[in-house]
């Protein structure tokens, strides 16, 4: 092998380690401190590593990847409570949200949810008034907001945005017009379409079996909407 080409082999492989331990620093962050958005938590980890190379930044889903072993590792016996927990609290609200055709998105969906995970819902009404309404007058305090989804990888739309409790549980209900339910925003991991699931769906996720991972990735690849 020539010299040149065993220094740029090995320069690879520092690299791959590199992305690595920033990607595994950055799930713990996310994992522990609630840190939400994944470009803060992998330029927060890059500096706590003290490693300032940009290429060594891992991509979103090397980092989602990540947090899921983290959880493996780190959260066996407590994790797969939790989200339990969780979805059944979501399958609750999508009942109560009915007339709005909610869907589950986010971390409770996708499986890497934690202790400072909100229950991400996307509900559909051409004026966001009508959702407003329907919580406040069921005595529902609530905390208004907006957030910018990618609709291609060109274009942003400003959404509003409801946030409430429910029996100590965060919830986060994203109000998109009734036109997006034909087509999902873009997710911020991979730029492709979210995985959004019908009350349905979610409620054969609770139904599975524990350790079905096969069944779980069949279900969750068909819980598009």
Request: proline share 4%; glycine share 4%.
């Amino acid at each position: 092998m020539a010299r040149g080409q065993h220094h740029r082999i090995h320069a690879q492989d520092r690299l791959q380690r590199k992305r690595l331990l920033v990607a595994q620093e950055a799930a713990r962050l996310m994992s522990e401190h609630g840190i939400r958005d994944f470009h803060h938590a992998k330029i927060k980890a890059a500096e706590r590593l003290g490693i300032i190379d940009a290429q060594a930044l891992p991509r979103n889903n090397e980092i989602e990847d990540a947090l899921r072993e983290h959880q493996r590792i780190f959260h066996a016996d407590s994790h797969p409570q939790l989200l339990q927990e969780r979805r059944e609290a979501a399958a609750e609200a999508m009942r109560f949200l009915d007339r709005f055709d909610p869907r589950l998105v986010g971390a409770v969906l996708e499986g890497t949810a934690d202790t400072h995970s909100a229950v991400c819902l996307h509900v559909f009404s051409d004026t966001a008034e009508n959702v407003v309404l329907f919580l406040q007058e069921r005595g529902v305090p609530l905390t208004q907001q907006t957030r910018r989804l990618r609709v291609t990888r060109d274009d942003q739309v400003e959404y509003p945005v409801l946030l409430f409790a429910a029996d100590g549980l965060p919830f986060d209900i994203t109000v998109l017009p009734r036109d997006a339910l034909k087509q999902a925003p873009l997710d911020r991991i991979d730029e492709k379409p979210m995985r959004r699931a019908s009350l349905a769906a979610v409620e054969e996720l609770l139904a599975a079996n524990d350790g079905q991972e096969d069944e779980f990735e069949r279900m969750l690849s068909s819980a598009l909407r």
